[in-house]
């Protein structure tokens, strides 16, 4: 609550001289007397007041009521208060007296002297001014005091020699010693910047006011602000140069220019464009002097260094617009070179780390990403393409190029996880690139997925654990994910899986199993419903050959031959080319026998032999050295050497005319019977080749270390012939599913626009397939009568039931 | 090419009389092929082939029922869809005689 400045001045005058104890007192009591009646406690002597002191604290009410208690009886002592008789009196040249004792000390405090008053007798005198109305006058004769000190201290920046260290130590200097001064006059005129000038909207505080004049008279001097930022850009200049700088003095002058509220005007725009000309020149030069991983490491570094800049001297309003400065310059402006010229080579040397690091600068700047995504896509798809192009057909290539693609998704798998943080753009990124790629040949990928899947799956393959194994397979899935002719898998894949299944070649069976359930996952129930009707067929064929071997007829037909069957469902199965051969005749009996055994348990069918696929298991005796085998070998070469039993020697043709195996067929097989390692017969002449005019003899000689031993078919190359013909009838295939799909989706919508029927057939087919083929399909519907166009639409047709 | 099967090391020398066959058949394993006997492989009902489950039972997974039945008229049909038919018009579709079956396949 303040004080009646009037009252109280009148007390402190009189009081004067007395113990600062009674003063204090005697001012408690005008306080509360003056609620009462402010003009007469200046009549009241000293013991009058020290009675009323203490009827104060026995009875406060009594002084409220003393009208009252005049009227009461009893009343001994009359209290009466009259007006002092002079208005007390201030000194007259109080205010000068004053002003000279506060202008002695503010002169001291500004050289630095010790003052010869008290604090407090300083600070008494201030709130006596202030008290006698004097604070006007008083704030215009401090704040010239102030203006003349800060005006004399400007001279020293405006010599002509001067050095940017040695001047920014002065400004500092100057600056910490106004700042200190200020403090001090603050102090002692805490009163006055209390009263008057917080009072007084239109002056400043003591302390803006120093800041003001030091502005206004000091910094705000052309030449010295600019000597005062260029010190500091040229400061800042060094120690991005690589020097050592005195921080401390940076900060200082840094925090007085924002104290001074022109850091931003007179110092950051300079100091940006003097970063934005250091690291323009800088981004151009070292693009072209070093190599991108340098240059990314560099970049870093600087950007570590402007935040520990930020950090120590700095403004904190500063960081955005330098960090992103540096960016710009640094980054922005060079991302296309940055990735043109080094992301192909990082990632070709699967550089983790400074992956790592491009990736977290890029995501620093505006499209940074973006651009980066784009260039990772188009590296995968012209490595990829590199890996699965083969202009020659050259085997050796293709040959590996099912695990190179394999190894090159892990690489970058490793790469997106660890480098570019699992981002989903670059995941998508990663999958469009493959599936553009690895179409970019047709079918050939397709096929040799197939094919390496079956190398995995085939008996003999013991480098992997069942686990090791099972993710390898997913890895494949993801392959073949890709692949857009998944037809052509199947049907490459299906082959495979015959051969794996009739010769019993299969590593495991579980690991078949499970391949058949992705494929199932990835492709649904209808890609692979053959596939599994193939193995149904093998355990329906066990069934058979067991209830078979129950069967009287077979006791009697059998002669001692351990028959095994396999019948296979047409249309689950690839189809093999149809041939007629000739068996001996208790061969002929033994399939005659089951033949009429299985079509009298399963009527409406009929089988037709596929020799090309049976094998057996030959008793031989070699009679010059007494010797006994077993030959594991094909139909055809069990055939050929049955023929023996009746005569030595055999011309090519002779054999070529009992069995009825087709030519090619023949050659392969005389070859692996008398040119390979084991060779149960002899061919003259001797040779390589099986030529027409060739004669065959029983080797009675054969000698070979082991009982049982497994002559093996020389494969066919399986190469063009085989090949082809698989991927043709695919083609040949796709024309049915064409067919069979519009049909199933005519039959359903009745009636379909010719637009909306082709795009439900792109939903439906798992081929690369194009519009006119579809067209050429649908016409050909047409002329077959199962559909016809709208009478007046041509573009809409309807289904014919 | 030949390879050998790490197998039973070479069992008894026998030095006998030159033996009638110099190769006997120990085991045989015979493959064939199964269809079903038909004139004509599609089914002229839902026009799939015969060998292919009809539409209904692909789509149901019933790929192992759907069988073939033939008429008396030799024309064969998948058994599932001729019994469809046969409930709105007790003939042949292909040749109009009435439909007996003559059997069904299984």
New interface residues.
Partial sequence: MPLSSANKRALSEENKGEPALTSKRSRTESKNRELDEPESCATMTEPQKKANFSALSGNGISRHASPLANAKPGAAKKLVIKNFKEKPQIPENFEEQTWLKLAEAVGAIQRSCAIRYSLEELYQAVENMCSYKMAAGLYQQLQSACMKHVRANLQQFLGDTYDHEQFLKMMSNCWQAHCRQMIMIRSIFLFLDRTYVLQTSSILSIWDMGLDLFRTHIISHRTVEARTVDGLLNLIERERAGETVNRQLLKNLLRMLTDLQIYQEAFEKKFLEATERLYSAEGQRLMQERDVPEYLAHVDKRLNEENERLLHYLDSSTKKPLISCVEKQLLEQHLAQILQKGLTQLLDENRIADLTLMNQLFSRVKDGLKELCTAFSSYIKNTGRLIVVNPSNDAEKDKDMVQNLLDFKDKLDNIIEVCFAQNPKFVNAMKEAFENFINQRQNKPAELIAKYVDSKLRAGNKEATEEELEKLLDKIMVLFRFIHGKDVFEAFYKKDLAKRLLVGKSASVDAEKSMLSKLKQECGGGFTSKLEGMFKDMELSKDIVLAFKQHQQYLDASQAIDLTVNILTMGYWPTYPPCEVLLPSEMVYLQEVFKKFYLGKHSGRKLQWQPTLGHCVLKAEFNSFGVRKELQVSLFQTLCLLLFNENNEYTYQEIKTATGIEDSELRRTLQSLACGKARVLHKTPKGKDVEDGDKFQFNDEFKHKLYRIKINQIQMKETQEENTSTTERVFHDRQYQVDAAIVRIMKMRKTLTHNLLISELYNQLKFPVKPADLKKRIESLIDREYMERDKDNPNTYHYVA | ????????????????S????????????????????VECDTCAIC???V??AC?RC?SE?K??DC??V?GDCNHSFHNCCMSLWVKQNNRCPLCQQEWVVQ????
């Fill in positions: 090419m030949a390879e050998e099967m790490d197998v039973d090391r070479e069992a008894d020398k026998e030095t006998s030159k033996p009638e066959k110099m190769f006997t058949l120990k085991k045989w394993n015979l493959v064939a092929m199964w269809s079903w006997d026009r799939v082939q060998m292919d539409l692909q997974n790929q192992d069988v073939v033939w059997r069904i396949g299984k």
